[in-house]
């Protein structure tokens, strides 16, 4: 227990890699939330008629609804009035051209490790940069748009494509959902869209890489991936902000549409700011996720990592509607000090012959509370479903908790639900075996959290996995004696 | 190479080992036997620096260095292998990414260069002849599903990888059939050279047939009581230990 307490007391001690912050002259929406505030950043992007009044529906029923409070978290109320809602540096520019980027700006990618030097950057993935409320540069469009890829910020978007964006945004998840995707859809700021047309394999790795910097601001971004028939793509998602003593809220949108015979999988290494070892500060991350397998054959993969954030509430889901058609979950969830995460996912099986499966697995350490929430529906019209879910929980230390609510809703006798579930200790036994072959502590932790978190890890691109194996073992550093 | 003196060890408040002695030098095998919860074990964990015992006397001095004073990795670092009694379970790593962690943090201490994957994939295939272990069973996750003897054998495996100065097998013979046994002796035996030494805990004689050993020691009740070459491991395996119970026991009470 000693040892336990001072490693403890060690791992609280560490940094937060991401933590820094730089000042620009922002442009920013005043203080508040009101329809003026709404129109203020309609108008400031510049949007159609029918976007600002999409805005405003949404926020009209957003203020209908009340927060959701079945989720195991606990957190005091946030004030939504008292939030910036957009904030943006002034350096931006309307042109996209990567050669007029700010030097600063891409001073700041630079120093989070993201490169958005095309010619520096390691071939295979392209980048939408986006910065508090705005993007500040995509790479690579050129060589995509050759092959008829779309991949540009979402205000770009708006205008470039907007009979895209108007037939698909709100169709996966709708603008009154729920509490915070309503108010995302009242507010978004910016995002990524990409569109793949029918037949063709986007031949790198996509990416959106989230940063907040700005205090007091909320970042509310939107992601649209439209996969048309026959075609494939992998996206992927970092985020990371400073440590702040306030919490900060982050309320995003991803949806995603498959077509028939389409795969998408798309990757999350979530390391916002978890807050300090006393639970200080720390971002909200609400964020909503959905896909739908529209058609015949289609594949969604949903594969995470969440390592970061103070509270994260959070289910990326299938919609299995396309017959055929397969939705997957990889997660694991890991929670330090005083981090709570209820995390998992949905799989709503719709379509005849649909399979979808579930492997979570959370890690515990510190005073945090891990749950997931999983729920498996097969409606009466989904012959033969499958589902297999497994869920495995790893506790460091006795002052954490993990927690599983699996729901299981079955319409149609012919389904096939299956769900197991593990929990375990970090056993003294494992870590002295370690330490007896000359694995230093740290190292046996690294190594056995990414065995327990070897099958979720698989799944990620090769160079996101190095990038998840190195933070799973940086954020339980020192967290078992 | 090895010095205990006075060495007290307990857990949870209860005293286990009540003073042991013992000189090991380099090109030696020392067995340690003793009936069941005489302190074998605690002995080898203590050695090895499990966290659980707390020693509250005496002194253990290992290539000159004060071993208690070391943390348990270090003392791996310096040479200490324990083949362990139960050989824990680690899902998801296989032994081979398990080993190349270890052996470069050992390299590492010693101011050597780490293997890369061509060089200790060599080093591998080599030590797997010594101790006829199969491929497969190595990209396997560590001793997950692994048979009594399997386990066994991918001890001495790694204590091949590792080439430590001083071997601690705890009861490596339990569990083993005859096989299996003959293997994993002789792996020993192919390990142990004049710079190296063996402690071999046992409970019974058997396996002292084919490790044979220089001394015998006989623990009981957290002590020495008699010491003896091989000779003394026939006699017990013939008498059994209740006679040097008798004996000790007899000598406590006047």
């Not at chain 1, 375990?424 to 230093?440: P, T, V």
């Not at chain 2, 208690?68 to 081979?96: H, M």
């Not at chain 2, 020495?224 to 006679?243: C, Q, R």
């Amino acid at each position: 227990m000693s040892k336990d307490n001072s490693i403890l007391e060690e791992l609280t001690s560490k940094e937060y890699e991401h933590g820094w912050s730089v000042n620009y002259e922002a442009d920013e929406a005043p203080i508040g939330l009101n329809e003026d505030i709404i129109r203020w950043i309609s108008a400031k992007k510049e949007e159609p008629q029918w976007l600002l009044e999409w805005r405003l529906k949404a926020f009209r029923t957003w203020l209908t609804m009340t927060e959701p409070e079945w989720a195991n978290v606990h957190y005091p109320k946030i004030d939504l009035q008292a939030l910036r809602y957009y904030s943006a540096p002034k350096q931006i520019k309307k042109s996209k051209n990567l050669d007029e980027v700010d030097p600063e700006l891409i001073a700041i990618y630079e120093r989070l490790g993201i490169s958005l030097n095309e010619q520096k950057r390691l071939q295979g993935i392209a980048v939408d940069a986006v910065l508090d409320s705005v993007s500040v540069a995509t790479t690579f469009r050129g060589t995509l748009s050759k092959l008829g890829i779309v991949f540009c910020s979402f205000s770009e978007a708006v205008k470039e494509y907007p009979e895209l964006i108007q037939k698909y945004l709100g169709s996966v998840v709708p603008m009154t959902d729920n509490y915070y995707a309503a108010l995302n859809s009242a507010v978004f700021s910016d995002g990524s869209f990409c569109y793949i047309p029918k037949g063709v394999r986007c031949p790198m790795e996509l990416s959106t890489y989230f940063r907040i910097n700005a205090a007091n601001t909320g970042q509310f971004e939107r992601t649209l991936i439209v996969a048309d028939d026959e075609s494939y793509v992998s996206y992927l998602e970092g985020c990371t902000a400073p440590s702040r003593d306030e919490n900060q809220l982050h309320a995003a949108v991803v949806e995603i549409y498959a077509g028939t015979h389409a795969q998408v999988k798309y990757s999350t290494v979530q390391n916002w700011y978890p807050g300090d070892k006393e639970g200080k500060g720390g971002i909200y991350n609400f964020v909503t996720k959905r896909g739908i397998c529209a058609g015949d054959h289609s594949k969604i993969s949903w594969t995470q990592v969440e390592t970061g954030s103070a509270v994260t509430w959070k289910y990326p889901s299938c919609i299995l509607k396309g017959d055929y058609s397969i939705g997957e979950f990889y997660s694991v969830a890991v929670t330090n000090n005083y981090q709570q995460a209820d995390t998992g996912t949905k799989m709503i099986h719709i379509g005849k012959n649909t399979k979808s499966r579930i492997v979570s697995k959370g890690i515990s350490a510190g005073k945090s509370q891990n749950s997931y929430r999983g729920q498996v529906q097969v409606m009466k019209r989904a012959d033969n479903a499958r589902n297999f879910s497994q869920c495995d929980s790893l506790l460091m230390g006795d002052r954490c908790g993990a927690h599983t609510f699996p729901y299981i809703d079955i319409n149609n006798p012919s389904a096939k639900v299956e769900h197991e579930a593990t929990t375990s200790k970090i056993g003294e036994d494992q870590i002295f075996y370690c330490n007896q072959r000359g694995i230093a502590t740290e190292d046996a932790v690294a190594l056995i959290v990414n065995g327990y978190a070897k099958e979720v890890l698989n799944q990620l691109p090769m160079e996101f996995a190095v990038e998840a194996q190195k933070l799973l073992a940086l954020t339980l550093e020192g967290s078992v004696g | 190479m090895l010095s205990i003196k006075n060495l007290h060890a307990s857990i949870e408040g209860n005293e286990i080992l009540r003073g042991i002695n013992l000189e090991v030098k380099a090109g030696e095998i020392h067995a340690i036997m003793g009936p069941n919860g005489s302190g074998k074990s605690t002995l080898a964990s203590v050695l090895a620096g499990r966290e659980e015992y707390e020693v509250t006397e005496g002194e253990v001095t290992f290539k000159g260095k004060d071993l208690l004073d070391l943390a348990p990795e270090d003392r791996a670092r310096e040479g200490v292998f324990l083949a362990f009694q139960y050989p824990v379970e680690i899902p998801g790593v296989s032994s081979t990414n398990f080993l190349r962690t270890a052996v470069n943090q050992v390299r590492e201490y010693r101011g050597l260069e780490p293997l890369d994957a061509v060089k200790f994939l060599t080093l591998m295939k080599e030590k797997m002849k010594l101790v006829e272990i199969d491929q497969k069973l190595l990209s396997r996750s560590l001793n997950e599903g692994f048979s009594g003897g399997e386990k066994k054998r991918n001890e001495i495996f790694q204590m091949a990888m590792l080439e430590p100065t001083l071997s601690i097998l705890d009861e490596t013979d339990s569990g083993l059939d005859i096989d299996a046994l003959r293997i994993v002796s002789n792996g020993v035996n192919q390990l142990k050279s004049e710079k190296t030494a063996t402690i071999v805990v046992t409970h019974y004689q058997r396996l002292l047939d084919y490790i044979v050993p220089d001394f015998v020691h006989v623990l009981y009740k957290g002590r020495i009581v008699k010491s003896g070459t091989k000779e003394l491991a026939m006699e017990l395996e013939e008498k059994g230990y209740d006679w040097i119970k008798e004996e000790v026991d007899s000598q406590a009470t006047v």
